[in-house]
T-cell receptor, first 111, second 111 residues
Framework: DSGVTQTPKHLITATGQRVTLRCSPR?????VYWYQQSLDQGLQFLIQ???????AKGNILERFSAQQFPDLHSELNLSSLELGDSALYFC??????????FGPGTRLTVL | TQLLEQSPQFLSIQEGENLTVYCNSS?????LQWYRQEPGEGPVLLVT?????EVKKLKRLTFQFGDARKDSSLHITAAQPGDTGLYLC???????????FGQGTRLTINP
C-alpha cells in the first residue's frame, strides 16, 4: 500500500461526457502528479501540482484540467471524452519528483 | 520516439534463470528509477540511482546506472515466479523536474 488513494477504481462513460478523478496523496506529501497509461503510449506524465499550485505540465490535452485543494487532495477533470481517452489514470505523490509513490489507478473506459 | 528505450519488451524464462533488462537513451539523466507494476495496480518504486556508475542491490535484484548517466540495467539472479510483472525505467532529464518513462519490459517467470 503506497498510501496514495484514488477513486473511483473503474469508470465507464460515453463519448462527449465529462468525468472527475480524485486522488489523495500520502500524508505529508505536498506534490501530486497525474499520469495516463495506455497500451500504445505507455505511462505519460500529464501535470504536477505542489501545495495547490501548478508546478509542471506534460502532455496534457486542453480538454483535461486538474486542481489541488487546500487539504492537498487533487482532482483530474476530463471533458468532451473521446474513445482514445480510454486508459488507466494514475496519481502519484512524493517528497521529490524522482521518488514518486503511485496510487492504484482509475481505469476509464469511454464507449 | 521514446526518450528511454527498454529492451527486451517481453521476456519469458524459467524459474531459477538469470536475466538482464536494459534501459537506454541518448540523453543524460540526473537520476533514473526502476518501478515494477503488476496487473491492475500502480507502479511500485524499486530503486533510484543518481550517480554515474552507481550499483545498488535489492536482494536478488542489481541495478546499475551507466557511467555517462544515459543508461541503466536491471539484473535478476535466480528469478522466481513472484518476479513476474512489468518493469519500468523512468528518468529525470537534467534541468527538468518531471519523470519520463520507458515502454516497459513485461517479464514472465515460469515455475
Amino acid at each position: 500500500d503506497s498510501g496514495v488513494t484514488q477513486t473511483p477504481k473503474h469508470l465507464i462513460t460515453a463519448t462527449g461526457q465529462r468525468v472527475t478523478l480524485r486522488c489523495s496523496p500520502r500524508s505529508g506529501d505536498l506534490s501530486v502528479y497525474w499520469y495516463q497509461q495506455s497500451l500504445d503510449q505507455g505511462l505519460q506524465f500529464l501535470i504536477q501540482y505542489y501545495n495547490g499550485e501548478e508546478r509542471a505540465k506534460g502532455n496534457i490535452l486542453e480538454r483535461f484540467s486538474a486542481q489541488q485543494f487546500p487539504d492537498l487532495h487533487s482532482e483530474l477533470n476530463l471533458s468532451s471524452l473521446e474513445l482514445g481517452d480510454s486508459a488507466l489514470y494514475f496519481c502519484a505523490s512524493g517528497q521529490s519528483y524522482n521518488e514518486q509513490f503511485f496510487g492504484p489507478g482509475t481505469r476509464l473506459t469511454v464507449l | 520516439t521514446q526518450l528511454l528505450e527498454q529492451s527486451p519488451q517481453f521476456l519469458s524464462i524459467q524459474e531459477g534463470e538469470n536475466l538482464t533488462v536494459y534501459c537506454n537513451s541518448s540523453s543524460v539523466f540526473s537520476s533514473l528509477q526502476w518501478y515494477r507494476q503488476e496487473p491492475g495496480e500502480g507502479p511500485v518504486l524499486l530503486v533510484t540511482v543518481v550517480t554515474g556508475g552507481e550499483v545498488k542491490k535489492l536482494k536478488r535484484l542489481t541495478f546499475q546506472f551507466g557511467d555517462a548517466r544515459k543508461d541503466s540495467s536491471l539484473h535478476i539472479t535466480a528469478a522466481q515466479p513472484g518476479d513476474t510483472g512489468l518493469y519500468l525505467c523512468a528518468g529525470t532529464l537534467q534541468g527538468a523536474q518531471k519523470l519520463v518513462f520507458g515502454q516497459g519490459t513485461r517479464l514472465t517467470i515460469n515455475p
